[in-house]
């Protein structure tokens, strides 16, 4: 009998055939399905990733041009700052120099000032009076120094003002070159796409650089600049205006007191014609001030005899009480009375002696005055052909003094001028 040759092996049964078949079938459509919604969920990725790439580039972009209308427009603010500020450095600079000029200016008058001054120590004797001619020139030196150091405090503070300007218009520049750059930068990004040449990959190019500030710092910033040079023009205007009011009040001022010294002159050489009927009208005067103030000493002489018998009185009164026995020593108000009696007696005799020697020196100088008067007679005369001189020199005053120009270094001669030992102890008095 022949027999069946059998291969080796499981065997399925048909139900599991058909299960197999199924189940590959299940598992095809699923990994279709899979597949289907992995390409569109690639493809939803694709359309929102070029999307947002495109906005991306595309608000970037705008902010580029925004921020370079922000810079341009900063760099345009700094272009107006910076002319700004040289057409204030150049008038602060025109000022200062006309200043200067008043200043030299100055050197004549103090010079016939002190000329004038120099002249009249050749008074002699009660005639070496400060009068309201001396006074009016001693006025006069000190109006033009003052004046003087007037002009230099400003020219100094001109100085330390285009200093200001100065570093202003510095820090300006400083920034106006950085707005510069920065547009540049900002320009070449801008034109900057795809197909560029010069586009790479770069090693961490969203590092935060040394140095970087945020924007309010980047504006404030150029604020700052932008407000200290504004508040360095403004106070160079108000110093200009200062400078020119200076100007014009010193020169003013020394006009006015050199007609008023030139008044007080010519009124103090009439006065010199008239001196003789005036001194004695001075001494009868003087004479009968004199018989009063010994009239007036004489009583309060009297009065302050009379006060210490009231205080000797009080001081009695005051000694008996304490003699009183046991309890009747007591703080009464006799007792409170006499106190206050002795402290106002002590006040008043204090006072009437006070008087008493305020009385007796004037009636000290009155005497002295006495004998001025009638000694100064014959001192008239030299004074009267000092004062012309003074007036003769005081001519050279008319030309004005921006106009003169002297024959001598009058800043250097006026400044080593030495004056007498008595008229600088004058001067230093005054």
Same mark, same amino acid.
């Given at each position: 009998?022949?027999?069946?040759?059998?291969? #080796?092996?499981?065997?399925?049964?048909?139900?599991?055939?058909?299960?197999?078949?199924?189940?590959?079938?299940?598992?095809?459509?699923?990994?279709?399905?899979?597949?289907?919604?992995?390409?569109?969920?690639?493809?939803?990725?694709?359309?929102?990733?070029?999307?947002?790439?495109?906005?991306?580039?595309?608000?970037?972009?705008?902010?580029?041009?925004?921020?370079?209308?922000?810079?341009?427009?900063? +760099?345009?603010?700094?272009?107006?700052?910076?002319?700004?500020?040289?057409?204030?450095?150049?008038?602060?600079?025109?000022?200062?120099?006309?200043?200067?000029?008043?200043?030299?200016?100055?050197?004549?008058?103090?010079?016939?000032?002190?000329?004038?001054?120099?002249?009249?120590?050749?008074?002699?004797?009660?005639?070496?009076?400060?009068?309201?001619?001396?006074?009016?020139?001693?006025?006069?030196?000190?109006?033009?120094?003052?004046?003087?150091?007037?002009?230099?405090?400003?020219?100094?503070?001109?100085?330390?003002?285009?200093?200001? !300007?100065?570093? *202003?218009?510095?820090?300006?520049?400083?920034?106006?070159?950085?707005?510069?750059? &920065?547009?540049?930068?900002?320009?070449?990004?801008?034109?900057?796409?795809?197909?560029?040449?010069?586009?790479?990959?770069?090693?961490?190019?969203?590092?935060?650089?040394?140095?970087?500030?945020?924007?309010?710092?980047?504006?404030?910033?150029?604020?700052?600049? +932008?407000?200290?040079?504004? *508040?360095?023009?403004?106070?160079?205007?108000?110093?200009?205006?200062?400078?020119?009011?200076?100007?014009?009040?010193?020169?003013?001022?020394?006009?006015?007191?050199?007609?008023?010294?030139?008044?007080?002159?010519?009124?103090?050489?009439?006065?010199? %014609?008239? *001196?003789?009927?005036?001194?004695?009208?001075?001494?009868?005067?003087?004479?009968? %001030?004199?018989?009063?103030?010994?009239?007036?000493?004489? @009583?309060?002489?009297?009065?302050?005899? @009379?006060?210490?018998?009231? !205080?000797?009185?009080?001081?009695?009164?005051?000694?008996?009480?304490?003699?009183?026995?046991?309890?009747?020593?007591?703080?009464?108000?006799?007792?409170?009375?006499?106190?206050?009696?002795?402290?106002?007696?002590?006040?008043?005799?204090? *006072?009437?002696?006070?008087?008493?020697?305020?009385?007796?020196?004037?009636?000290?100088?009155?005497?002295?005055?006495?004998?001025?008067?009638?000694?100064?007679?014959?001192?008239? &005369?030299?004074?009267?052909?000092?004062?012309?001189?003074?007036?003769? /020199?005081?001519? +050279? !005053?008319?030309?004005?003094?921006?106009?003169?120009? #002297?024959?001598?270094?009058?800043?250097?001669?006026?400044?080593?001028?030495?004056? /007498?030992?008595?008229? /600088?102890?004058?001067?230093?008095?005054?």
């Amino acid at each position: 009998m022949t027999m069946l040759s059998v291969k #080796p092996g499981q065997r399925f049964t048909l139900p599991d055939w058909h299960t197999n078949s199924e189940l590959i079938s299940a598992n095809a459509e699923r990994q279709r399905s899979a597949s289907h919604c992995i390409r569109q969920e690639a493809r939803v990725l694709r359309n929102e990733t070029n999307n947002q790439t495109k906005w991306d580039e595309h608000d970037n972009q705008t902010r580029l041009a925004e921020r370079i209308n922000s810079v341009n427009r900063w +760099k345009e603010t700094l272009d107006k700052c910076l002319a700004d500020i040289d057409a204030e450095i150049d008038a602060l600079a025109k000022v200062k120099e006309a200043a200067e000029h008043a200043l030299q200016a100055k050197n004549l008058p103090l010079d016939v000032a002190i000329e004038c001054l120099t002249l009249r120590e050749s008074r002699r004797a009660i005639d070496m009076v400060r009068d309201p001619v001396e006074e009016m020139l001693r006025k006069e030196v000190e109006v033009i120094e003052k004046a003087k150091r007037d002009l230099q405090q400003r020219v100094d503070e001109a100085f330390e003002q285009l200093c200001l !300007l100065q570093e *202003a218009r510095q820090q300006l520049s400083f920034d106006h070159r950085g707005k510069m750059e &920065a547009l540049e930068i900002d320009r070449v990004c801008l034109s900057l796409n795809v197909s560029s040449p010069n586009i790479s990959f770069k090693v961490n190019p969203t590092r935060i650089p040394d140095g970087s500030a945020s924007l309010q710092e980047w504006d404030d910033y150029s604020q700052c600049n +932008k407000d200290h040079a504004e *508040a360095a023009m403004k106070a160079s205007n108000e110093l200009r205006e200062a400078i020119a009011l200076t100007i014009a009040q010193t020169n003013n001022g020394l006009e006015a007191q050199r007609v008023a010294t030139e008044f007080a002159l010519r009124k103090r050489i009439r006065n010199l %014609e008239k *001196a003789y009927d005036e001194l004695k009208w001075q001494e009868k005067n003087t004479l009968e %001030e004199i018989a009063e103030m010994e009239e007036d000493i004489r @009583r309060l002489e009297d009065d302050l005899r @009379r006060k210490m018998q009231d !205080l000797k009185l009080a001081h009695t009164r005051l000694e008996t009480r304490t003699y009183r026995p046991n309890l009747e020593l007591c703080r009464d108000q006799v007792q409170y009375g006499l106190t206050d009696e002795v402290q106002q007696l002590e006040g008043m005799i204090s *006072a009437l002696k006070q008087k008493l020697a305020q009385s007796q020196d004037a009636l000290d100088a009155l005497c002295k005055q006495l004998y001025r008067i009638q000694t100064d007679t014959g001192y008239k &005369a030299n004074s009267l052909v000092l004062d012309n001189k003074c007036m003769d /020199s005081r001519r +050279k !005053l008319t030309v004005p003094a921006e106009k003169f120009v #002297p024959e001598v270094d009058t800043f250097n001669r006026t400044t080593n001028r030495t004056l /007498s030992p008595l008229k /600088s102890r004058q001067l230093e008095l005054a």
